[in-house]
C-alpha cells in the first residue's frame, strides 16, 4: 500500500512545521472577521496556532497575525483566542 503524504503547516507563534490535524486553523472570511475554524474548510483566508496560548502570544507580539490576514486583530479576538487555548 502507498503511505498518505500527510499535510504539514506552519505554527504563526513558534514558526515550526507540524501536521495540519494538530494545530488550530484561524481564518480571516470573506466579511473580514478573524475566527477559530474548527472544521478547517472554512472560506477564507487561513493562517495556523499551535493549540497553546505561548504561541499566541509569540504571534501577537511579532506581529504575525496582521501580516498572516492584512488587517489589524483586535485585542478582543485575541482575548478570546486566548481562552480558547491551553495554557
Not at 472577521?33 to 472544521?39: A, K, S
Request: net charge positive.
Amino acid at each position: 500500500m502507498k503511505t498518505r503524504k500527510v499535510p504539514m503547516r506552519m505554527c504563526l507563534g513558534c514558526q515550526q512545521m507540524k501536521p495540519k490535524k494538530e494545530l488550530l486553523r484561524l481564518v480571516r472570511t470573506p466579511e473580514g472577521q478573524v475566527e477559530i475554524d474548527p472544521t478547517g474548510k472554512r472560506n477564507g483566508r487561513g493562517a495556523y496556532l499551535c493549540p497553546q496560548a505561548e504561541c499566541l502570544r509569540q504571534a501577537a507580539k511579532a506581529h504575525r497575525l496582521e501580516k498572516a490576514f492584512g488587517l489589524a486583530v483586535p485585542p478582543e479576538i485575541l482575548t478570546q483566542l486566548e481562552g480558547k487555548l491551553n495554557p
